[in-house]
């Protein structure tokens, strides 16, 4: 039961988990708990379930993939989607969110999370598997030009192989 996570009585499967995000208490004064919750893992319809593993020890212990600037682990057997994010008109942002993470849920509903990486960095990390060790700003903005401004030689034609042979003298 590899693919069986046990969080107190509850058994989840790990095809349910979206990701895992740190938990802080003082967001729920209401919770009074003698257990030291420091994660929340978050299933793919947004009901969550605290834990007592950090972020980075679940991601570790259930191959999940690590995105450092979010400090967020995500499951990566969910099809996950990438936007950029923009507020919406009315709509100010406590902080200085860069990209939408989407998901679809079991009913087909489209979820989602906004964060603080770049869209570039989160799909590396998140769809693609890479490693933040990989990129080359660890998700911040990069100054690199834009692929369309980059000019590239033009590429050399193979000689077609069912072409005539060269006569030989």
Same mark, same amino acid.
């Given at each position: 039961?590899?693919?069986? =996570?046990?969080? &107190?009585? $509850? ?5 349910? =988990? ?10 729920? +004064? ?13 299933? =793919? ?17 259930? *191959? ?22 923009? +507020? ?19 009913? &087909? ?9 770049? +869209? ?8 693609? &598997?890479?490693?933040?060790?990989? !990129?080359?700003?660890? *998700?911040?903005?990069?100054? !690199? /030009? ?5 000019? $590239? +030689? ?10 005539? /042979?060269?006569?030989?003298?």
């Amino acid at each position: 039961m590899n693919n069986v =996570i046990t969080i &107190g009585k $509850r058994l989840i499967p790990i095809e349910h =988990i979206a990701f895992v995000e740190p938990y802080d208490p003082s967001t729920n +004064p209401k919770l009074q708990s003698s257990r030291d919750y420091k994660s929340r893992i978050v299933l =793919i319809n947004r009901e969550s379930i605290l834990t007592e593993q950090t972020p980075h020890t679940f991601a570790e212990a259930h *191959g999940f993939r690590v995105l450092e600037a979010d400090q967020i682990a995500t499951n990566p057997s969910i099809g996950f989607r990438v936007e950029t994010f923009e +507020p919406a008109d009315g709509f100010t942002p406590s902080k200085a969110f860069a990209t939408r993470l989407l998901w679809r849920d079991r009913d &087909g509903n489209d979820q989602s999370k906004l964060l603080l990486a770049t +869209p570039e960095a989160v799909l590396a990390v998140v769809v693609r &598997g890479e490693t933040d060790a990989q !990129l080359p700003t660890a *998700g911040v903005a990069s100054n !690199l /030009p834009d692929e369309s401004t980059v000019r $590239r +030689p033009p590429r050399r034609r193979q000689a077609n192989s069912a072409a005539e /042979p060269i006569p030989q003298q």
